[in-house]
């Protein structure tokens, strides 16, 4: 299994990014995908989840309203559509398949003027 995230960076408050995740050595459709981050000293918080076939999701209270998950099936891809960026959204964002405990390397997001 592989994951792998990209699109953090440096974005101001208000802002927006849009994360992605590049998935191998699985049966991507087969399985819920999940989006976590990690801030510096806190634990790690799961932020989004999506269903197999991409119409059933859950987010975390913080987020609702702000972000949205989303996959395509036929790429291999789950993306993490990020607006209204706050300071308290900065933290590593990792990609997850939590029925296969596989995690990417992370992602560092930073909100800050």
């Not at 998935?23 to 989840?49: C, H, I, L, N």
């Not at 559509?81 to 959204?89: G, I, R, Y």
């Amino acid at each position: 299994v592989q994951l792998v995230e990209s699109g953090g960076g440096l974005v101001q408050p208000g802002g927006s990014l849009r994360l992605s995740c590049a998935a191998s050595g699985f049966t991507f459709s087969t399985y819920v995908m999940t989006w976590y981050r990690q801030a510096p000293g806190k634990e790690r918080e799961r932020v989004a989840s999506i269903t197999t076939g991409g119409r059933g999701f859950n987010y975390a209270d913080s987020v609702k309203g702000r972000f949205t998950i989303s996959r395509d099936n036929a790429k291999n891809t789950v993306h993490l559509q990020m607006n209204s960026l706050k300071p308290e959204d900065t933290a590593v964002y990792y990609c997850s398949v939590p029925r296969l405990d596989s995690w990417g390397q992370g992602t560092q997001v930073t909100v800050s003027s």
